[in-house]
């Protein structure tokens, strides 16, 4: 109960922060930074190096890229059906196709089944939703605002992506053993990422000019709070068999809000900010709500 009131208490004083007007505009853009360049990277070493590895977590990694190829295949047919415009499109398969696994992910996890699962989560992000976002992601959010895609820039970002070398040297030191200080430090620093991503998300809700929007808006959160998830769960428990706890933490992060790195990506490529930010601020809290819902349903897997 704890670690929940904890997420309430961040996200609404990042709103408040942002109301009072007292602190810059850069201000989640800097919280962010430290969260990407400290935060994640002390959390992936810390939980990677003592993990478990075993085959359930090619699961795990391979959530992401099949929600964000299922995104792609529903709003690019959905478009075509709808006459959708091609920036609607592009932000909808972008931002709807890809969970908040870890700013909003990693806190929702440790709330619901605490920091053993820590893991999963880091897993279900840097092979997943952070690799689909710097390949695929990319790749679709240049191609739907006529751009052009360059092989070299996508390879240099998933490279020099901070988490990404962190997860790496997490692996490469697997095999040796980490001082007591090491480990405390690793701890207090991944400590961080909690407090600091729900108040970066707080202070970046935006709410206004709902009504133009309500269409998509409506689509790509129920396919990415709904419809989504329960095609993980489909694919993996009904189809595969897969149960325990690798597969839920797997399905709830499936089940995460949209993210906020996507819509980033996605109002850079300028398709459609107002959608993407609804998207990202009405997603978030909303998901408090359904992933309550979804820990329930995954309790007797």
């Known amino acids: 109960m704890a670690n929940i009131i904890l997420l309430a208490v961040c996200l609404l004083s990042g709103i408040g922060l942002n109301r009072t007007g007292r602190f810059p505009a ?33 699961l795990t990694a391979g959530m992401a890229w099949l929600l964000f190829g299922c995104a792609w295949l529903l709003f690019g047919c959905a ?20 969970g908040n696994t870890s700013f909003v992910g990693l806190p929702m996890i440790e709330a619901y089944f605490g920091k053993s699962s820590l893991g999963i989560g880091i897993i279900a992000d840097q092979l997943g939703s952070f690799m689909v976002l710097s390949t695929l992601g990319i790749f679709v959010a240049t191609i739907y605002s006529s751009g052009t895609v360059s092989l070299r820039q996508v390879v240099k970002k998933v490279l020099m992506f901070p988490p990404f070398q962190a997860l790496v040297l997490a692996f490469l030191l697997r095999s040796v053993p980490l001082p007591d200080w090491s480990v405390t430090i690793l701890e207090k620093l991944g400590g961080t ?21 309500v269409g998509p808006l409506a689509a790509g959160l129920a396919y990415k709070l709904l419809l989504g998830p329960a095609i993980i769960y489909l694919l993996y428990v009904t189809l595969l068999g897969a149960s325990g706890n690798g597969v839920q933490v797997t399905i709830f992060e499936a089940a995460m809000a949209p993210m906020i790195t996507a819509g980033i990506i996605a109002i850079d490529h300028d398709l459609r900010p107002n959608l993407v930010g609804m998207l990202v601020g009405i997603g978030i809290p909303v998901s408090f709500a359904t992933l309550y819902v979804w820990h329930i349903l995954l309790k007797g897997l």
């Open 26 to 58: 850069t201000t989640a853009a800097s919280l962010n930074g430290f969260i990407i360049h400290i935060s994640l990277p002390a959390l992936t070493i810390l939980h990677i190096h003592t993990m478990k590895l075993d085959s359930s977590l090619a």
């Open 79 to 98: 478009g075509l059906m709808f006459k959708l415009d091609r920036k609607t499109v592009g932000a909808l398969i972008v931002v709807a196709g890809l």
């Open 193 to 213: 990422l909690t407090p600091l991503a729900l108040v970066s998300v707080g202070f970046q809700l935006r709410f206004g000019g709902i009504r133009a929007i």
